[in-house]
């Protein structure tokens, strides 16, 4: 006798285990999105410098060790400070920016970014988008112009304590707020001295 077999007999995975293993899949892709939505390797680095000209005086905020730098309005000019980021994340990214809506209307503004050397000796020109290693640390300088004192009382105080960051890390975007080593506090001078009338 010769055994036939129908057209069909022979079955795959069952639909069952196929929906499954999708969702098992979907899930852990779903995981891994989280994981990298809330990934943020950036931290401040071990250098920092004042404004020159600048006095160190006592910070308002006991809980904040970081020194704070009172330097003078002066309006027009510019001042300059320096900052450094490190990444302590498990992989690279790429910095392709600074500067976010803390500058907008502030005693400060027209912010040009330099890249520096960790001594904040030597410039190394004008920013570019660059790689961040994993444990690697990277020197900034600021230079902002005085600007908008017409906008404050006499004597209030700005501080600029932190700097947006802009990223890329594993093709997704990022950004991110990175304190600074060093507070730089402003403060907006006596109407004399402020060149546009104030408000009433």
Same mark, same amino acid.
């Given at each position: 006798?010769?055994?036939?077999?129908?057209?069909?007999?022979? !079955?795959? #995975?069952?639909?069952?285990?196929?929906?499954?293993?999708?969702?098992?899949?979907?899930?852990?892709?779903?995981?891994?999105?989280?994981?990298?939505?809330?990934?943020?390797?950036? &931290?401040?680095?071990?250098?920092? %410098?004042? #404004? %020159?000209?600048? =006095?160190?005086?006592? &910070?308002?905020?006991?809980?904040?060790?970081? &020194?704070?730098?009172?330097?003078?309005?002066?309006?027009?000019?510019?001042?300059?400070?320096?900052?450094?980021?490190?990444? *302590?994340?498990?992989?690279?990214?790429?910095?392709?920016?600074?500067?976010?809506?803390?500058?907008?209307?502030?005693?400060?503004?027209?912010?040009?970014?330099?890249?520096?050397?960790?001594?904040?000796?030597? *410039? %190394?020109?004008?920013? !570019?988008?660059?790689?961040?290693? #994993?444990?690697?640390? $990277?020197?900034?300088?600021?230079?902002?112009?005085?600007?908008?004192?017409?906008?404050?009382?006499?004597?209030?105080?700005?501080?600029? *304590?932190?700097?947006?960051?802009?990223? =890329?890390?594993?093709?997704?975007?990022?950004?991110?707020?990175?304190?600074?080593?060093? =507070?730089?506090?402003?403060? &907006?001078?006596?109407?004399?001295?402020?060149? $546009?009338?104030?408000?009433?």
């Amino acid at each position: 006798m010769t055994a036939t077999v129908e057209a069909g007999a022979k !079955k795959g #995975p069952s639909t069952l285990l196929v929906v499954g293993l999708l969702a098992l899949l979907a899930a852990l892709a779903a995981g891994g999105a989280g994981v990298l939505v809330r990934y943020q390797p950036l &931290s401040p680095g071990s250098s920092g %410098q004042s #404004p %020159q000209g600048s =006095k160190e005086v006592a &910070s308002t905020d006991s809980s904040d060790g970081r &020194s704070t730098y009172l330097v003078q309005y002066e309006d027009g000019r510019t001042t300059s400070y320096g900052f450094s980021i490190r990444n *302590d994340g498990r992989w690279g990214i790429t910095v392709v920016g600074f500067g976010g809506s803390e500058q907008a209307g502030g005693l400060l503004d027209h912010f040009v970014y330099r890249l520096s050397d960790t001594g904040f000796t030597v *410039d %190394q020109g004008a920013f !570019k988008a660059f790689a961040l290693g #994993p444990g690697r640390e $990277r020197s900034i300088m600021v230079t902002a112009r005085f600007a908008n004192c017409e906008s404050y009382i006499a004597l209030a105080g700005v501080i600029y *304590d932190h700097v947006t960051v802009r990223y =890329k890390t594993l093709g997704m975007a990022r950004t991110t707020e990175v304190p600074l080593g060093i =507070k730089v506090e402003v403060v &907006s001078p006596a109407n004399a001295n402020c060149p $546009r009338p104030r408000a009433a």
